[in-house]
Structure formats: C-alpha cells, structure tokens
C-alpha cells in the first residue's frame, strides 16, 4: 500500500491539550547550551593544528604528553611548527588582548593578515602579523586556543575574548613588557578620580547628576581602556555619543595627561594624527631579522645572530616582505627553489605542506615559507 495511506503514529495515551502542556523552558535552554557546548568542542577538534591525540587527552582531562607522531597534523608537519607556531599563537594573544570588549573571528583574521582597512586596528603591533596564513588556518588557530581555555568566546558566541588563563600565558613567554605588567591598582584608582573630577564639572555645566552624565561602570571602563582617540573612546563599553558631546574631550585630554605623568604615554598610539601609518611601516618585532637579511645574510645566519629557531625567523620576514614587497631575497631562497615555487604556486599548489611535498628540491619549510610571501606580495 502507498505510504502512510494508513495508520501511521498509534497514541497509547490520550494526547496532552497543548493549552495545558506545560513545557521547563530553562531545561530546555541548558541543554540547548549543552549540546552547543559539545559542537563546538567537536568543531575544535576537527579545526586543531596541534596533535589530535593530545587534543583528546586534554579535553577528558589528562596531561597531554608529546606529539604522538601518528595522527593527520604530525604525520604532515603541522605538529612540527614548533617556534612559527608560537610565534603565530603570540600574535594572536597579543592582538585580542588590545581589545576588552571582543573580537569578531571575521575581525582578528582581518587584523593578523593585515586585510583591514579600520582605523582602529592600523596602529596595532599584530597588523599583518599572519599575513602569510590564509583565513582557514587563523580560524584553525583560534580553534586550538579556545580548546586550550586560552581564548574563548563571550555570552552572545559572536566575540573572542583573551582569558585569564591567556593573559597569564603571555606573561609567562615574556611576551607583555614591563609598562604593560607593572600597571598597578593605585595608578587606575588615581586615574578614576581624576576623570570623576572631570564627570563632576561636567555635571555642574549641564546642573545633571554626575551618574546621568557618565554612569560609574562607563567610567570605570574608560579607565580600564585608557583611550587617546575619540573613536577609542566611543568603543568602551557604556560611553554614548550624548556622553561624548558632554565631556569627550575632557576626558580625552585627562587620560593623555595621565599617561604622560605616569610615564605610560610611550607605548600609545599619539592622539593628535589621525592619519594611516605608512604602508611599508614594519612591527618593531621583526626589524632585526628584516635588517640582516637586508645585509646579505642567510635564515641560518639570521636565527644564530638572534638565538631564534629558523621559523620563527621565516615568519618575521614573512611579515616585512608582505610590507615591503620589493625585499631582495636572493640570498634567503635559492634561485632554482624559487622558480619551481613559484611554478608550482601559478598552478594552484598554496599550501605549505603540499608545497614541500611537490618539491624536487629539499627546501625547509622556512626557505618555503618566504618564497611564498614574495610571490604574494610581487603577484597583487
């Protein structure tokens, strides 16, 4: 007979009125979350760059242990990154650590390949940090720092955010300076007492309460994020266009100050230009390596010079020849290596690891590495 032309679905029990079904939504909505919660550790798992089998290891709560040599990501290399790994984990610490409020993932892959156009990301350090590294790969990236708990991403799923145990992270590699890890409790309370001072007179101008100018969780924010310009201003958390017209620049010129005295200004964006800093502009971080390769020298010779392994040296000058395209490599990629790269790139072969696969030659993955970001940066 044709299907469901008979009984289909025998009710045991007579069916509940739906104006009487009285449905927990709460326990909806937690296991809702929960099995949100599970995806999202599957997705990490399949997106992970770092060993799959301590990937596992960790997420049932054991000690990883080392590379276990046998899963997809050690058998191709991946694994084997060592210091351009971290190196690329840094930068991406570094770069959502600029930012209280959160990072959109589309944002922090735009700000570390260096594709964005916003005023707001263009004086940071991180800029085109990644630039080599395709969007699959920071995705893949970030995927292994959420599963690590360095990352994660806020209440609405939208936003990354460095946690505690990141910031942590980064002070421990050494990778925060001195201004950055000495701030102390009393200089943000001074800081806070000098901007209620301002809310204060403010509030006497417009005769308003000093809440209703600027509320006490909007300032301390304002503290928090110590802005030099106006459209960092108006990213804190709570701070309103009204608020803005009511006492901006007061408080603009209070926090500049402030950081002046306290010997903090160095490391801040001036507020004065508002203009884009000059295309070819490198991060200070990777002008020892750009400048020895300048003079002639080797990967080799550069990572023996600054006591960096080889990798983490090819991503720094990755980074330079993506600002300064004309760069003279001659003397970091063999000349045959470079042709048959290039080669092979013009017929679709992007990726690092197939890349070194196709090869005749026996480059590293370093010498691969910067081929690819010259071809790049010469092929826009």
Not at 294 to 315: D, F, H, Y
């Amino acid at each position: 007979r044709k299907p469901l032309s008979g009984l289909a679905v025998r009710f045991l029990t007579p069916r509940v009125n739906a104006e009487r079904l009285d449905l927990d939504f709460r326990r909806v909505e937690e296991s809702k979350r929960r099995a949100e919660a599970k995806l999202g550790k599957m997705i990490d798992y399949v997106h992970t760059a770092s060993c799959r089998t301590n990937h596992i290891l960790t997420y049932f709560g054991q000690e990883a242990t080392a590379p276990c040599g046998r899963c997809d990501n050690c058998r191709s290399g991946r694994e084997d990154r060592g210091a351009a790994s971290e190196y690329a984990r840094e930068a991406t610490l570094r770069a959502l650590m600029d930012y209280d409020r959160g990072v959109p993932e589309s944002s922090l892959v735009h700000i570390l390949r260096g594709t964005s156009d916003a005023k707001r990301y263009a004086r940071l350090e991180t800029r085109g940090a990644l630039s080599s590294f395709v969007p699959r790969e920071i995705r893949a990236l970030a995927a292994t720092l959420r599963s690590e708990g360095l990352v994660a991403f806020g209440k609405n799923g939208r936003r990354l955010f460095l946690t505690e145990k990141g910031l942590a992270a980064l002070r421990d590699s050494g990778a925060l300076d001195e201004k950055t890890s000495t701030l102390t409790i009393e200089q943000d309370v001074e800081l806070f007492e000098r901007l209620a001072d301002v809310r204060a007179a403010a509030a006497r101008r417009f005769g308003q309460p000093a809440t209703l100018v600027l509320g006490d969780d909007a300032l301390k924010n304002v503290v928090r994020a110590k802005p030099t310009d106006r459209e960092a201003l108006l990213a804190v958390p709570g701070f309103s266009k009204r608020a803005m017209h009511k006492l901006g620049e007061e408080l603009l010129r209070a926090v500049d100050e402030f950081l002046v005295a306290s010997t903090l200004r160095d490391d801040r964006p001036a507020r004065a230009p508002e203009t884009e800093p000059a295309a070819d502009e490198l991060p200070r971080n990777v002008v020892p390596a750009f400048e020895l390769a300048s003079r002639g020298k080797t990967i080799p010779e550069i990572a023996t010079e600054l006591r960096l392994p080889e990798a983490l040296v090819s991503m720094q000058l990755e980074t330079a020849i993506e600002r300064r395209p004309d760069a003279d490599v001659s003397r970091l990629v063999e000349k045959d290596a470079f042709a048959e790269i290039e080669r092979l790139w013009k017929e679709g072969v992007e990726d690092l690891t197939a890349l070194k696969e196709r090869l005749t030659n026996d480059a590293p993955y370093a010498t691969i590495r910067v081929a690819l970001a010259k071809i790049r940066a010469t092929s826009r």
